[in-house]
Nanobody, 128 residues
Framework: QIQLVESGGGSVQAGGSLRLSCAAS????????MGWFRQAPGKEREGVAV???????DTAASVKDRFFISRDNAKNTLYLQMNSLKPEDTAIYLC??????????????????????WGHGTQVTVSS
């Protein structure tokens, strides 16, 4: 089974950028639907972006045109490029993998229950 380890989080001022990485081992990212989620204190886990087997992507409305998900098969790594960061983007960011399409079960890519495997997360803090 796939194991996931996130990195790249940190503290940044509003308007700045960060790139998160999610290194996979035990299996290849190209055979999973891969997603980024975030969870802020006192809030539910929120789907941020997803990339399918075929590199189709989708992002949440709250981060559209600011966050971009990508995958490097050679490095077996998932990325999240975050631009124009806002204080409300502050959260723990987690990557997740699903062995099957969330839509196959009539589900949504943005529901955390659609994913079988999770990393431990990396903290992103955006100050105003």
């Amino acid at each position: 089974q796939i194991q996931l380890v996130e990195s790249g989080g940190g503290s940044v001022q509003a308007g700045g950028s960060l790139r998160l990485s999610c290194a996979a081992s035990g299996d290849t990212v190209s055979t999973y639907w891969m997603g980024w989620f975030r969870q802020a204190p006192g809030k539910e886990r929120e789907g941020v972006a997803v990339i399918s087997y075929g590199r189709n992507t989708d992002t949440a409305a709250s981060v559209k045109d600011r966050f971009f998900i990508s995958r490097d098969n050679a490095k077996n790594t998932l990325y999240l490029q975050m631009n124009s960061l806002k204080p409300e983007d502050t959260a723990i960011y987690l990557c997740a993998a699903s062995a099957s399409s969330p839509y196959a079960a009539g589900d949504s890519w943005s529901r955390s229950a659609s994913y079988n495997y999770w990393g431990h997360g990396t903290q992103v803090t955006v100050s105003s």
